[in-house]
Nanobody, 112 residues
Framework: QVQLVESGGGLVQAGGSLRLSCAASRSIFSTINWYRQAPGKQRELVASITSGGSTNYVESVKGRFTISRDNAKNTVYLQMNNLKPEDTAVYFC????????WGQGTQVTVSS
């Protein structure tokens, strides 16, 4: 069973940047999604990247977040720039379709 491990979160001030990583235990040739869940809110799809490199973003992060993948390293990245307090959440990655349990995620906290 494949495992995905998220890392790279932290505490930053508004306007700052973070790069999240999603490391897979083996090669994955499928779409990878990044989600986030803020306290008291439902999990939200933030960005996705297909095996061919096509990307999609939720409107609220367009122009600020960039998803990319390095298939040689079995890793997907989420570069987050110009962070806002409303980006504060636990961020998760997952395959689509999902073939593994949810990971623990990585906490991103943006202070105003």
């Amino acid at each position: 069973q494949v495992q995905l491990v998220e890392s790279g979160g932290g505490l930053v001030q508004a306007g700052g940047s973070l790069r999240l990583s999603c490391a897979a235990s083996r090669s994955i040739f499928s779409t990878i999604n990044w989600y986030r869940q803020a306290p008291g809110k439902q999990r939200e799809l933030v960005a996705s990247i297909t095996s061919g490199g096509s990307t999609n973003y939720v409107e609220s992060v367009k122009g600020r977040f960039t998803i990319s993948r390095d298939n040689a390293k079995n890793t997907v990245y989420l570069q987050m720039n110009n962070l806002k307090p409303e980006d504060t959440a636990v961020y998760f990655c997952a395959t689509f379709p999902m073939i593994h349990p949810w990971g623990q995620g990585t906490q991103v906290t943006v202070s105003s």
